[in-house]
């Protein structure tokens, strides 16, 4: 199956700086979700973009997404020591009948890393 | 509160020996999946449930069962545990079966098989 890939694996700043992940992905998708996991912990949604959309805001988040390109970014603005944590995008599938997947794949993250 | 429970938290076993890590949803999902987390290989998929009574392989199927009896509960079953199973284990449920929706995630089994 399909996975993203998450670029830079690590990324460390300061915080109020922003910070930006992107993903990449191989095939056609209906959507593409970010997520977040506190170390260890279970992972928590964050945002989830429709194939046919081209940017969203959650908060101090955005997402881009460019199917064209088969990649996806999340900007994370005026990061806080709190937004220390790994992020993972997500994306399902589109089968030739056009019909979705089921499955839903995982990169393998972005750690992220705000310095106080 | 809505929330998708596993458990146990840690479990450290022998290899051969039949183990079960439960999940439970409270939200009345459809879509109910298993993953495993290993360093430097992310999350990858073991087996997901589109219903009640209606299972299918992830990527990673080998060595795990499943069963759907019940709409909350998806059990994750090792017939025959052995140390490459050692890993870090997800649950997760979404509303709706084409996730289009966000999946809730468990806070986790970490599994030792010795």
């Known amino acids: 199956s399909q996975q993203g890939e998450e670029d830079p694996q690590a990324l460390s700043i300061q915080e109020g700086e922003n910070a930006t992940m992107n993903c990449s992905y191989k095939?056609?998708?209906?959507?593409l979700q970010w997520y977040r996991q506190n170390s260890g912990r279970g992972l928590v949604h964050l945002i989830l973009?429709?194939?046919?959309?081209r940017e969203k805001h959650s908060g101090r988040l955005r997402v881009t997404l460019d199917t064209s390109k088969k990649s996806s970014s999340l900007l994370i603005t005026a990061s806080r020591a709190a937004d220390t944590a790994s992020y993972f995008c997500?994306?399902?599938?589109?089968?030739?009948?056009?019909?979705?997947?089921?499955?839903?794949?995982f990169g393998k993250g972005t750690k992220l890393s705000v310095i106080p | 509160e809505a929330q998708v429970t596993q458990n146990p938290r840690y479990l450290i076993t022998v290899t051969g020996k039949k183990l079960t890590v439960t999940c439970s949803q409270n939200?009345?999902?459809?879509?109910m999946s298993w993953y495993r987390q290993d360093p430097g290989l992310g999350l990858r998929q073991i087996y997901y449930?589109?219903?009640?009574?209606?299972?299918d392989k992830g990527d990673v199927p080998e060595g795990y069962k499943v069963s759907r009896k019940e709409k909350r509960n998806f059990p994750l079953i090792l017939e025959s545990p052995s140390p490459n199973q050692t890993s870090l284990y997800f649950c997760?449920?979404?509303?709706?079966?084409?996730?289009?929706?966000?999946?809730?995630f468990g806070n986790g089994t970490r599994l030792t098989v010795t």
């Open positions: 997760a449920s979404s509303f709706q079966r084409a996730l289009n929706s966000p999946l809730h």
């Open positions: 095939t056609s998708i209906n959507n």
């Open positions: 973009i429709r194939s046919n959309e």
């Open positions: 997500a994306t399902d599938a589109v089968f030739y009948s056009g019909a979705g997947s089921y499955q839903l794949t």
């Open positions: 939200m009345n999902h459809e879509y």
């Open positions: 449930s589109m219903n009640v009574e209606v299972t």
